[in-house]
T-cell receptor, first 111, second 115 residues
Framework: AQSVTQLGSHVSVSEGALVLLRCNYS??????LFWYVQYPNQGLQLLLK??????LVKGINGFEAEFKKSETSFHLTKPSAHMSDAAEYFC?????????FGQGTELSVKP | NAGVMQNPRHLVRRRGQEARLRCSPM?????VYWYRQLPEEGLKFMVY????????ESGMPKERFSAEFPKEGPSILRIQQVVRGDSAAYFC?????????????FGPGTRLTVL
């Protein structure tokens, strides 16, 4: 069975600091991995996806993620946090068409 | 191109009533997925439908819940005899195909409150 685990339910950073949100996956087949962002009372928006074309994936809003097979990880990073990045972030793996989500990480950005 | 539309955005029901949640996929999308987000939890898959077919309902509770995606009209998630534990945000997503790499586009969700 495929699954993802997000380490840290809450992450707080200062504006301008590095953002690092952790995601580890478990999959018996090459995984297709996604990061979504959810702003309060809204639906999910795709940040980026890994489909085996390149291990370093660039997404919207300055986010990127690196697929590391040896570490079974797909961590999300952004060099410099902005106040508008405050939201909940979900890592997900595709399984037979459906998405299996992690528990989510709430990102707070302090001024 | 309008995104995924869900209505109502907020729904209040008393215990024992029925809840009907509607989802109109993006234009050209024939695959619909329903997810549920319980308070303090992540999103859990419920059901995956194509037009007139249920592809995967492994996440649906065995009783009281049903879903359909008719040839014409929106997809409907129906919850009969609601209980307080059904209070959650229900999200619909759509995709153009069934491939594993296809992005799913999410609607704004319906927030169900059961009194």
């Amino acid at each position: 069975a495929q699954s993802v685990t997000q380490l840290g339910s809450h992450v707080s950073v200062s504006e301008g600091a590095l953002v690092l949100l952790r995601c580890n996956y478990s999959s018996s087949v090459p995984p297709y991995l996604f990061w979504y962002v959810q702003y309060p009372n809204q639906g999910l928006q795709l940040l980026l996806k890994y489909t085996s074309a390149a291990t370093l994936v660039k997404g919207i809003n300055g986010f990127e993620a690196e697929f590391k097979k040896s570490e079974t990880s797909f961590h999300l990073t952004k060099p410099s946090a902005h106040m508008s990045d405050a939201a909940e972030y979900f890592c997900a793996v595709s399984s037979g068409g459906k998405l299996i989500f992690g528990q989510g990480t709430e990102l707070s950005v302090k001024p | 191109n309008a995104g995924v539309m869900q209505n109502p955005r907020h729904l209040v029901r008393r215990r024992g009533q029925e809840a009907r949640l509607r989802c109109s996929p993006m234009k050209g999308h024939s695959h619909v997925y329903w997810y549920r987000q319980l308070p303090e939890e992540g999103l859990k898959f419920m059901v995956y439908l194509q037009k007139e077919n249920i592809i995967d309902e492994s996440g649906m509770p065995k009783e009281r819940f049903s879903a359909e995606f008719p040839k014409e009209g929106p997809s409907i998630l129906r919850i009969q005899q609601v209980v307080r534990g059904d209070s959650a945000a229900y999200f619909c997503a759509s995709s153009p195909g069934s491939g594993r790499i296809d992005e799913q586009f999410f609607g704004p969700g319906t927030r169900l409150t059961v009194l």
